[in-house]
């Protein structure tokens, strides 16, 4: 069965940098692209970045950009998400989440899969 | 980026009750929107895909509807296991972009 399964997340000062780590199993992960939303504590969900299946592709959200930067290893099945320049406002769980690709009508319909997220606090 | 807006932002209702979810976006995004439904400390479930197709495994008394900018997620006769917040998520274009949730509870 799919499964993904985030890890990385701790408390970080501001400023500061961290990488979070998502691993997948249960399916072809090299296949499919990959993405990130979080949630801040009692808040909405919030798209955060995606990357293509073969990492040659990525797109984020305003509120990263320049500061976030997504990647993955398809020879380890994991996608990464490396955040520098924390600020308070970057606290939130993770979610890693697989696209939903359906490769006869090669259209995306969102996300099928979720990890169970992975809390990151920045304070001081 | 295209934003979207949830209505309402929370609902009471009772066991039984016929529920309707509305979501607009900001321009026209075809069919391209999703519903998702998230339990406190759980990870969002697909509901709805394609605005109207019904994801695998879901029960039918969750449904969709819409196209261009308007859309609506109707739960026909609400159970006690749908209390929960839902979502809706536009994949038209980069940056996706979620509705602020609504929450729903038990009146």
């Known amino acids: 069965q799919v499964q993904l399964v985030e890890s990385g997340g701790g408390v970080v000062q501001p400023g500061k940098s961290l990488r979070l780590s998502c691993a997948a199993s249960?399916?072809?992960?090299?296949?499919?692209?990959m993405h990130w939303v979080r949630q801040a504590p009692g808040k909405g969900l919030e798209w955060v970045a995606v990357?293509?299946?073969?990492?040659?592709?990525?797109y984020y959200a305003d509120s990263v950009k320049g500061r976030f930067t997504i990647s993955r290893d398809n020879s380890k099945n994991t996608l990464y998400l490396q955040m520098s320049s924390l600020r308070a406002e970057d606290t939130a769980v993770y979610y890693c989440?697989?696209?939903?690709?359906?490769?006869?009508?090669?259209?995306?319909?969102?996300?099928?899969?979720w990890g169970q997220g992975t809390l990151v606090t920045v304070s001081s | 980026a295209i934003q979207m807006t949830q209505s309402p932002s929370s609902l009471s209702a009772s066991v039984g009750d016929r529920v309707t979810i509305t979501c607009r976006a900001s321009q026209g995004i075809t069919n391209d929107l999703g519903w998702y439904q998230q339990k406190p400390g759980k990870a969002p479930k697909l509901l709805i895909y394609?605005?109207?197709s019904l994801q695998s495994g879901v029960p039918s008394r969750f449904s969709g509807s819409g196209s261009g900018t308007d859309f609506t997620l109707t739960i026909s006769s609400l159970q006690p296991e749908d209390f929960a917040t839902y979502y809706c998520?536009?994949?038209?274009?980069?940056?996706?972009?979620f509705g602020q949730g609504t929450k729903v509870e038990i009146k």
């Open positions: 989440g697989r696209d939903f690709y359906n490769f006869w009508s090669r259209n995306t319909y969102g996300l099928d899969y």
């Open positions: 249960g399916f072809t992960f090299s296949r499919y692209a």
């Open positions: 394609a605005a109207s």
């Open positions: 998520l536009q994949d038209y274009s980069y940056p996706w972009t």
């Open positions: 990357i293509s299946y073969d990492g040659s592709n990525k």
